[in-house]
């Protein structure tokens, strides 16, 4: 089943038009990830899915057309946003954050809540150190396993990440990598957006590339990771650096 | 100053603090949860024991009022009513909101036809309740993503709007209500009404209520999660226009209740709320609108500054408490920078 397709999809900020055209599709259990350089349009793209910036095209969600969209019905209906200021409540404790990802669950009656925290505490044991601070005062990475955590605790159908690596250090950028695979081979469906090419396409069955806002390049993520255009444009760099 | 007269002058700041801390709480509540600041709390105030006189057999309110139903009762139903039209696009909720507008009504007719005074007592707070969610969906909901300067400006015009309002349903006069508790007790050599020990009791388990609800209870950490991160509470499925509702409900729920139990100890008028109202505001300030303990300590010291202030100079007494506000507002704003204009 696909769980996200979007058709001939386009954002507009005021005048202009971040994501022009763009059709996207996330098949159940697959992992998919949007690629792009800064200000293509990625960030954009997710925003116009939850509806946090006008829209035009067809976004269907498990092959219903959502017509009207924010960001508390979609979390409803399971589809979850890790975003890239990661949005924790930062003066309360690390294992509230976590337990109000679940509230939809919570208002609904489902049981289950207290192993799920405890599932999260076993995918992020630092997390369970830190259960009784305040999320706002850990560090980056954890605050993002944190943001994460959250997310999970939703037990979302689909889960968005915007910029998961974002002013982490590369240890950690490659624990969360690690993390998502392994949440990927338990079969959450993904899409994260991305600067780290890199990663992401190790991380993804599929690839989308994103350029001032058009589509470029799609495909299989193993060969966008051995693709020359890919490679010039996101892996270049960053390959030469590695080699130093 | 001897004892005699400080003790005196404490008792009686403890009781004006006790309010003025309720009134505090719930702007606070509101505040943190929608960026409202409520000016209208203190005509909520006093909405509910006027509504009550209503209810009151005429022999213990010594008014012929004839079964007539107040008119915050139609106040009450007419505001469920514009809301259902607002929400016409979900069918079950207008279903439930025009429900709710004809029980208020209904409990309004009752009452008015004479009921028990604790019956009537209860009426009158459901029949003013539904008016603080309801101006939420309103006058504040509309005005979604506005400045904090914004939302205050509708609240100072909501004010003014509720207290001709009172004028209107309630006329000039003041109340005489009829106490839960008659007869005074002694502390020492002050005597204490015995009504104002309910207004306590009400106040210590309005703060462990509060208190237990924001660290107990995921509604209540949710609520909290709007007032520290609303789009962060949003992508998690908690909406903040229904934190909105249920923040203006408790809220409206605490001062409706002080209202009633403070009643017979002020013989309330239309145009008492207000006075109320701004002094709750100042000791909400005091704890930068931000900090619940915080705000209570700032009532006390409003009513304990208030009680001076008058024994000093009784007609300069809302003035010199008015001036407070200032060394605190240039203390806060050079130590400062919680209340931002960001989400």
Redesign the interface.
């Known amino acids: 089943m696909l769980m996200l397709e979007l058709t001939d999809f386009s954002v507009r900020y005021g005048a202009v038009e971040a994501v022009r055209g763009l059709s996207l599709e996330v098949a159940e259990g697959e992992a998919i990830t949007l690629i792009g350089p800064n200000g293509a349009g990625k960030s954009s793209t997710l925003k116009g899915i939850l509806g946090l910036e006008r829209s035009k095209g067809v976004v269907r969600y498990r092959g219903q057309e959502l017509k009207k969209r924010t960001p508390e019905a979609l979390a409803e209906l399971g589809l979850v946003l890790v975003p890239e200021k990661r949005e924790l409540f930062s003066s309360m404790e690390v294992e509230d954050n976590l337990l109000l990802g679940a509230f939809t669950r919570f208002r609904r009656g489902e049981k289950g809540l207290k192993e799920d925290l405890e599932r999260v505490y076993t995918l992020f044991p630092r997390l369970r150190e830190r259960r009784r601070q305040l999320a706002g005062t850990m560090s980056g990475g954890e605050q993002q396993m944190l943001a994460i955590g959250r997310a999970l605790m939703a037990k979302p159908k689909l889960l968005l990440l915007d910029e998961p690596s974002l002013g982490l250090a590369p240890l950690i950028v490659a624990e969360i990598f690690r993390i998502l695979g392994g949440l990927k081979s338990q079969g959450v469906t993904i899409l994260v957006v991305e600067q780290n090419a890199r990663m992401a396409l190790r991380l993804a069955d599929r690839g989308y590339v994103l350029e001032a806002g058009e589509l470029v390049m799609q495909g299989q993520a193993s060969e966008l990771l051995h693709d020359p255009r890919v490679i010039e444009s996101y892996l270049g760099i960053r390959a030469r650096e590695e080699m130093r | 100053m001897d004892w005699t007269i400080v003790s005196f002058l404490a008792a009686d700041a403890v009781q004006s603090g006790t309010i003025y801390a309720l009134l505090a709480l719930s702007l606070v509540l509101v505040f943190a949860v929608t960026r409202v600041i409520l000016v209208p709390l203190g005509e909520l105030l006093v909405f509910a024991p006027l509504t009550y006189v209503f209810f009151l057999p005429s022999g213990v309110s010594g008014l012929e009022l004839h079964g007539q139903i107040p008119g915050t009762a139609w106040l009450s139903s007419f505001l469920l009513l514009v809301w259902a039209v607002l929400d016409r696009a979900n069918p079950s909720r207008v279903a439930r909101l025009v429900v709710l507008a004809l029980l208020v009504l209904g409990l309004a007719w009752v009452g008015a036809r004479g009921v028990a005074p604790w019956l009537g007592w209860i009426l009158a707070v459901l029949v003013v309740l539904p008016i603080g969610p309801a101006s939420y969906r309103l006058f504040f909901q509309p005005a979604q993503n506005a400045s904090v300067l914004t939302y205050l400006i509708i609240a100072v015009g909501l004010h003014f709007a509720y207290q001709g309002l009172g004028l209107v349903f309630f006329g000039p006069e003041q109340y005489r209500l009829p106490p839960i508790l008659s007869g005074q007790t002694n502390l020492g050599m002050v005597p204490i009404n015995n009504q104002a020990f309910l207004v306590y009791g009400f106040a210590l388990l309005t703060m462990l209520g509060l208190y237990l609800f924001f660290t107990r209870s995921?509604y209540g950490?949710?609520l909290?999660?709007c007032a520290?991160?609303r789009?962060?509470?949003?992508?998690?499925?908690?909406?903040p226009a229904q934190a909105g509702y249920v923040a203006f409900g408790i809220a409206t729920l605490i001062v409706t209740v002080s209202g009633m139990l403070l009643a017979p100890l002020i013989s309330p008028a239309y145009f008492q709320g207000f006075l109320f109202g701004l002094k709750g505001f100042v000791a909400g300030i005091l704890g930068g609108l931000v900090s619940y303990p915080l705000a209570v300590l700032g009532a006390l010291a409003v009513g304990g500054f208030e009680q001076w202030a008058g024994y000093v100079s009784s007609p300069f007494k809302d003035a010199l408490v008015f001036a407070l506000l200032l060394p605190v507002l240039l203390w806060r704003s050079l130590r400062s920078h919680e209340i931002g204009e960001e989400e």
């Open positions: 995921l950490k949710a909290r999660a520290v991160n789009y962060g509470a949003r992508l998690l499925g908690i909406s």
